[in-house]
């Protein structure tokens, strides 16, 4: 079973840049169609953004559009979330995930494996 370890979260002032990276091991990387979640404080952990294990289909909620990239490079087993334009809204612990689902997936029931989280903090 693939393992996940986030890193590169900190703080950061608004409009400021981050990239988030997700290392897999102990399993086949490629497989795996990968997400991205986030959970502020007091809220429920919601979806940010998707990538196909094939690399070829991406979702992204509504609000980090035009200012989130994700993206993979199955040679290091590793998956990346490139935040531009931060906003203080943006601040949660980001979580990367693993699914075995076919296609890019928003639905947290579909992923299985779960990073540990990494804290983002965006300063007004």
């Known amino acids: 079973q693939v393992q996940l370890v986030e890193s590169g979260g900190g703080l950061v002032q608004a409009g400021g840049s981050l990239r988030l990276s997700c290392a897999a091991s102990?399993?086949?990387?490629?497989?795996?169609?990968m997400g991205w979640f986030r959970q502020a404080p007091g809220k429920e952990r919601g979806f940010v953004a998707a990538?196909?294990?094939?690399?070829?289909?991406?979702l992204y909620a509504d609000s980090v559009k035009g200012r989130f990239s994700i993206s993979r490079d199955n040679a290091k087993s590793t998956v990346y979330l490139q935040m531009n334009n931060l906003k203080p809204e943006d601040t949660a612990v980001y979580y990367c995930?693993?699914?075995?689902?076919?296609?890019?997936?928003?639905?947290?029931?579909?992923?299985?494996?779960w990073g540990q989280g990494t804290q983002v903090t965006v300063s007004s």
């Open positions: 102990g399993g086949t990387f490629s497989r795996y169609g």
């Open positions: 995930a693993g699914t075995t689902w076919p296609v890019a997936t928003m639905a947290s029931r579909e992923y299985d494996r």
């Open positions: 990538l196909a294990r094939s690399g070829g289909g991406t």
